[in-house]
């Protein structure tokens, strides 16, 4: 995604050069400073949130106002392979949405930037003679067309076919941006769906059981319990959320360890340590409590004096760590390794690091740090901050 989002900005800064200079030369600008570099940098920039959405009948509408700065054309159309998605500019009172491609600029070929140097409106009065059209083409594929027109009719100059045709690649990176964008996100839905299926069977058998137990014993505890398992349940099964604060893990992570202290009892002792700079981070949801989870089941369940689950969360300035250590008989690296690759039996820790890598890049996820006699710790490494990931 880094590698994809570095093309994208080059392109942009390709197509705002190009554009930059034509209107430096163009005969009605009377300050050729760097003013008409910036109006093209910022129409090229304005774009992007609106394609990284795709190339719709909602965003090209949006977007052709800022392509016919970049272009420097009377007026632009946004078209996908059958029709005008969007028309902005001179001759919007009888060119719209809707119209065929070929009434504005013929047939559209894959692989090349096509001339149309006279244009024959059946409106007497549209102020359009001629016209460049531009494939938009994602993985050799063509999804439309960029159109830019102009109002003199005859052969067009070389700077302006290349300024369209570098506007139609930028517009075409920032469609292929949009939908590996929605493959990752796409990914990450069925990668939420899977551990929430993990969550069921045991969890959910285990949790019920220890609040059975207490019911005719302490019938008070009992209700209690039942209602942070039903507020655990909602949290991690709510279709809207995909991403939290680590404020929001922590407080359900909390309910998920008072349940399990019910199984527990003394057995089961908690140590939690969060610095308040780590707890406004985003993470996707479900992300902490597979962590603490596995403690739970690899570093006390088995052990017959139980132990102790450890959270911490360290700030470290740019980044945060968030730390789960237990001190059980510990587990064989090679094992840990495995399960982060998404081998093995289980899915949980695989899961967590899979879908961090993914919102996140390289540099981020978990690690399992080696440690001197029992135990386990898990840590994972987040950004402060990323734009595009925000909490619901």
């Known amino acids: 995604m880094d590698v994809a989002l570095g093309v994208l900005l080059g392109l942009a800064l390709a197509a705002s050069l190009a554009a930059g200079r034509r209107l430096v030369r163009a005969p009605r600008v009377q300050d050729p ?23 719709t009948a909602d965003s090209a509408p949006r977007a052709a106002p800022h392509l016919r700065t970049l272009t420097g054309a009377i007026a632009v159309a946004l078209a996908d392979p059958e029709a005008l998605l969007a028309f902005d500019g001179a001759g919007a009172d009888h060119h719209h949405a809707g119209d065929p491609v070929s009434a504005l600029a013929g047939e559209i070929r894959d692989d090349r930037v096509r001339v149309e140097p006279r244009l024959h409106c059946p409106d007497p009065a549209c102020p359009l003679r001629s016209a460049i059209a531009a494939p938009l083409v994602v993985r050799d594929r063509r999804i439309g067309a960029l159109i830019a027109l102009y109002d003199r009719p005859g052969r067009l100059r070389l700077e302006e076919t290349r300024v369209v045709g ?192 993914s919102t996140f890049g390289e540099g981020y996820g978990l690690a399992v740090e080696p440690r001197d006699g029992r135990g386990t710790t898990v840590v994972m490494t987040l950004p402060k901050f990323r734009a595009g990931v925000r909490a619901a």
């Open 166 to 357: 570098e506007a139609a690649a930028l517009v075409s990176a920032m469609v292929e941006l949009s939908e590996l964008e929605a493959q990752g996100e796409r990914l990450a839905r069925a990668e939420l769906r899977a551990l929430r299926a993990q969550i069921s069977p045991h969890f959910i058998y285990n949790a019920l059981a220890a609040v059975a137990s207490f019911i005719h014993s302490r019938p008070e505890e009992a209700r209690e319990l039942l209602t942070e398992f039903a507020e655990f349940i909602r949290y991690a099964f709510a279709r809207q959320r995909a991403y939290v604060t680590v404020a929001d893990e922590l407080r359900y992570v909390e309910k998920y360890l008072r349940l399990e202290q019910a199984r527990f009892g003394e057995r089961l002792r908690v140590r939690v340590q969060v610095d308040p700079e780590v707890l406004q981070a985003v993470l996707p949801v479900l992300s902490l409590q597979p962590l603490v989870e596995n403690a739970v089941r690899h570093g006390v369940e088995r052990e017959p004096e139980g132990g102790m689950v450890a959270i911490e969360g360290i700030d470290l300035g740019n980044d945060v760590a968030l730390r789960v250590s237990d001190d059980g008989a510990g587990i064989d690296p090679e094992r840990v390794q495995a399960a982060l690759n998404g081998e093995g039996p289980g899915i949980g820790l695989g899961n967590v690091h899979g879908r961090l890598l």
């Open 33 to 55: 400073s760097s003013s008409a570099m910036q109006t093209a940098v910022h129409a090229a920039t304005s774009l992007l949130p609106y394609l990284r959405r795709g190339l």
